[in-house]
């Protein structure tokens, strides 16, 4: 009897010591005390927020890059990402046929070819939805950037808006100076005159440096100087005039 | 007499590994309670926190923009004097920056992949002398041949 009861507190001893030893090993790695302020907080600012922001910057570095390229590229091709639907001869995207006028719209263009190039350059999936307003070049992402971590999650769509000093403005003025030029001179048994007359100081011939008439089945290839005077400023930092290239055909039927 | 004893024996025996053990964990429990050093806490909270602010400074001069007309930011020009290889234009720029926003530090232009072998930056900028800092750093695409990318990294 008085053995069994010894037993008994040693027994309890035994268990409280267990338990203590237990409670130990579970907390081994957890640290005990006071714990640092913030940490959860700071370690999602600066690996989440900060990582977030960075990759906005980048995006809008290369936006800027991409809708920069894009103006000289859709400049050199009449305006249009692929193909005219008007015809393209020689690499010359044409604005009109016979009688109708393949006009442009401006924003369905700027988008197909900044989601070719970008993809293209930085082979990213991203899927932009691309408009301009103004001089500046806005991008709204269909896709999310998710930042995961064990502890966090950051989620982030990669909008920019970007100005690239340059708007795409100007196609609407030229489409409105080429049907005004080809109502004029279609009829006209002498074009070469007729455009010679009508044309605007920033409308060349063929080439924005040469200026010289060439005419193949009253079909004529024009260079314009930007109307807004725009001109590109390249990443590198070198100047590029924006110069249209298109050719309108004067066949009446 | 030994076997008549040793029942005794192990009774002590036990006593003693329980109060060793016992006594193990009760100066470990203090032992960890006073050693927690709210001071060291503190500071390592306000580390974490000036990297942070570090972090939010680079990107704010990332994107700064420039009164020269052209609807440009810090980083287009970065880039520019990096393809121009123009480390006075960049110098004179920093100097600007840091000058206005009250700005002590270091601020360098590496080629990507020198940084990461840890080789010397293409440029720098610094008004002021020491070993080191709080650290952040941007990695910018550049779209031209030389340099497919470049890393800017502000030491305050």
Redesign the interface.
Known sequence: MKSKKGALVHWIVLGLLAAIGLFAWLTFETELGVQIKGEWQLDYLRNFYVEGQEELVQRDQEALFAGKEIALLLANNGGFAESSPCGVIDEVYYWNKVGSFCFLEVDAEVDKAFNVFFQKKYGKDQKYTVSHQGKELVGKSEEAIILAGPKAKHTIFPHFRVNLGYSFDDYFQLQNEAKSIVDLCKWKPDLRLCLEDTKLPHWKFTNCDTDSYTEENRRVVFCSESPGKYTILRLDGSTVPVRYRFGLDFTTS | MFIKNKKGMM?DF?DLL?TS??LF?II?FVQ??L????ET??E??LT??H??EN??QL?HL??YPLSDG???KM??II??YV??HNEALFKEKMREYFEKNNLEGRIAVYNSQDYLLDKEPLFSFSNVVFGAGKVSE???????AGHDSITVVLTT
Not at chain 2, 35 to 38: K, L, N, P, R, S
Not at chain 2, 138 to 144: A, C, F, K, M
């Open positions: 009774d036990f329980f053990l016992a964990f470990f960890v309670i050693d927690t050093d709210a806490k503190t390592i909270t974490e926190l990297n942070f972090d939010v990107l990332l994107d052209k609807n440009q980083r287009d880039l520019q393809d121009a941007v990695e910018l695409l550049t779209g031209n």
